[in-house]
């Protein structure tokens, strides 16, 4: 593991596990050769999810909203509004689903690992 910083000035984003969203690297899974990641994740303004439920097979996941809002729905709570400031720690392979976002949304994901398979699965019966 190695000190790693990054700055916002010239992040490059880019599309990547869901197509209404861009992702930032914060160099995590580099620097813990890939025990962790991170991102800055942000909405591509206009395109909007169709909610699927899925599951992440991951051993941590967290989200922190930095601005605007996503509602979620989980299997175990229900459905929430995760607004700026608000953080969520979602349970391994939890099932879940994302509803709608603003245009403006950003929020920072922690995970580990850094990369983990994502499957659609149906709904909580």
């Known amino acids: ?5 990054t700055h916002a000035e010239g992040r490059d984003f880019t599309r990547g ?11 995590i899974a580099g620097a813990t050769e890939g025990r962790f990641g991170a991102h800055v994740i942000r909405a591509i303004p206009g395109e ?4 699927q439920w899925h599951l992440h097979e ?7 909203v930095v601005r605007g809002w996503v509602r979620f729905e989980y299997e ?14 979602q349970p391994p392979r939890v099932r879940h689903r994302e509803i709608a976002h603003s245009d ?7 995970t580990s690992p850094a990369q983990f398979e994502t499957r ?3 709904g909580p019966g």
């Not at 593991?1 to 910083?5: C, I, K, L």
């Not at 991951?58 to 922190?64: A, D, G, K, R, T």
């Not at 175990?76 to 720690?89: N, Q």
């Open 1 to 5: 593991m190695r000190t790693t910083v």
């Open 17 to 27: 596990l869901r197509a209404f969203f861009e992702y930032g690297d914060l160099g």
């Open 48 to 51: 909007h999810p169709q909610p």
């Open 58 to 64: 991951l051993e941590f996941q967290m989200v922190w």
């Open 76 to 89: 175990d709570i229900g459905e929430v509004t995760l607004t700026a400031g608000t953080s969520v720690l």
């Open 104 to 110: 403006d949304l950003e929020l920072v994901e922690i």
């Open 120 to 122: 659609l699965v149906d």
